[in-house]
């Protein structure tokens, strides 16, 4: 039977939902005996998205041109597109700079006022992605399959979700151990 060709996104994050799911620990050994990782920030080395991919975990905002052009690929290349986090789900902690106008009075405060040695605005084109003038949550760019709320997500409530995928079936999304925010 063929794996499962299975990819994690690292948007607009901290990360911390991608230490979740290293959290699965033990069980991280049964799934990688179900899928092929075919890009992932930990998994894998790839720096294109790939065709074909079953199941995708997005975690993040989407918050500059590199985010929202990898995840119209992912949209694309994906057949389930995971909302992973509370980020991915709601733009949460990254959206806190959308209650300012736009992108600029952050980039002012964090690299002109804040900046002790040499203050500069960060600018190189093809290398330093310009930020959208707000970060959005992933449902508001490309269409969502799955949503799972968490800050992180618990390893439990990742586990819960991908085993029914790996089954062929579809998660239940409902519960306080499923879609509790936070
Ligand atoms: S949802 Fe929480 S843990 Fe995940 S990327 Fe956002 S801030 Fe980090």
């Known amino acids: 039977m063929d794996k499962i060709k299975f990819a994690t ?12 799911f290293l959290d699965l620990d033990e069980w991280l050994i049964e799934l990688a005996e179900q899928i092929e990782v075919v890009y992932s920030p930990v998994g894998s080395d790839l720096k294109v998205y790939p065709d074909q991919v079953d199941v995708c ?6 918050a500059n041109e590199d985010n929202w052009e990898l995840i119209h690929q992912v949209r694309q ?5 995971i909302s992973f986090g509370d980020c991915a789900v709601t733009a949460n902690i990254p959206a806190m700079r959308n209650m300012l106008d736009g992108a600029e009075p952050v980039l002012r405060r964090a690299y002109l006022e804040l900046g002790d040695k040499t203050p500069q605005l960060p600018h190189e084109p093809g290398i330093v992605p310009e930020l959208l003038d707000q970060v959005l949550p992933v449902h508001q760019v490309v269409p969502v399959d799955i949503y799972m709320p968490g800050c992180p997500p618990p390893a439990d409530r990742i586990r819960a979700t991908l085993e029914p995928l790996l089954r062929g079936e579809w998660p239940t999304m409902a519960g306080r151990d499923m879609i509790k925010f936070g």
Do not use: N, P
């Open 9 to 20: 996104v690292w948007l607009a994050g901290c990360s911390g939902c991608h230490m979740s």
């Open 57 to 62: 975990l997005v975690e993040g905002g989407v």
């Open 77 to 81: 290349r994906t057949k389930i597109l």
